[in-house]
T-cell receptor, first 114, second 113 residues
Framework: DTGVSQNPRHKITKRGQNVTFRCDPI?????LYWYRQTLGQGPEFLTY????????KSRLLSDRFSAERPKGSFSTLEIQRTEQGDSAMYLC????????????FGSGTRLTVV | LAKTTQPISMDSYEGQEVNITCSHN???????ITWYQQFPSQGPRFIIQ???TKVTNEVASLFIPADRKSSTLSLPRVSLSDTAVYYC??????????????FGKGTKLSVIP
């Protein structure tokens, strides 16, 4: 297992289009997190899954955002009707039992909305 | 979650020890202190975590005084490859089993040859 994998690494889309990102966590990790990071800022929490259950969502996650983790394995984050303000790095992280705050982050998907 | 305050930037020469101090005056009893490192265009990388006193691993040491209102990340003999942003975080497990982290802007460390 080589860590947390995110695809695509870069995505350029026109305003109003829908986009979907994929995250493959470390296989034995039951916790999965999505964060968003804009230039010069630290990552901001978006949502949390424990296995296949989405247990926490930030107020940042508007109705245009939806995340899934079917079967508790990979996860997808979809943004509908993208806006220029959605331009950011979207980071996925996972952690396992007993690892608490020791997340393993992926390299992220950089979204540019033009 | 407790707010953290850390310097925006620091410079250091190669080979020196670097200490980055973070204040977290409102830390709660159940909160842990965690530090992450982030290079450009990469996700953050976990460095070290502690609750009190001193923790050391192969990368860094973390010093936490008895009142836990601050913590100091110590990087021994830094090299150019340690140039990165370092985040101090205070995290608490939520009822849903999540270990949610709140990142600030971090400290941008620049190591000079």
């Amino acid at each position: 297992d080589t860590g947390v994998s995110q695809n695509p690494r870069h995505k350029i889309t026109k305003r109003g289009q829908n986009v979907t990102f994929r995250c493959d966590p470390i296989s034995e990790h039951n916790r999965l997190y999505w964060y968003r990071q804009t230039l010069g800022q630290g990552p901001e929490f978006l949502t949390y899954f424990q296995n296949e259950a989405q247990l926490e969502k930030s107020r940042l996650l508007s109705d245009r955002f939806s995340a899934e983790r079917p079967k508790g394995s990979f996860s997808t984050l979809e943004i509908q009707r993208t806006e220029q303000g959605d331009s950011a790095m979207y980071l996925c992280a996972s952690s396992g039992q007993g690892e608490g705050y020791g997340y393993t982050f992926g390299s992220g998907t950089r979204l540019t909305v033009v | 979650l407790a707010k953290t305050t850390q310097p925006i930037s620091m410079d250091s020469y190669e080979g020196q020890e670097v200490n980055i101090t973070c204040s977290h005056n409102n830390i709660a009893t159940n909160d842990y202190i965690t530090w992450y490192q982030q290079f450009p265009s990469q996700g953050p990388r976990f460095i070290i975590q502690g609750y009190k006193t001193k923790v050391t691993n192969e990368v860094a040491s973390l010093f936490i005084p008895a009142d836990r209102k601050s913590s100091t990340l110590s990087l021994p003999r830094v090299s150019l490859s340690d140039t990165a942003v370092y985040y101090c975080l205070v995290g608490r497990s939520t009822g849903a089993g999540s270990y949610q982290l709140t990142f600030g802007k971090g400290t941008k460390l620049s190591v000079i040859p």
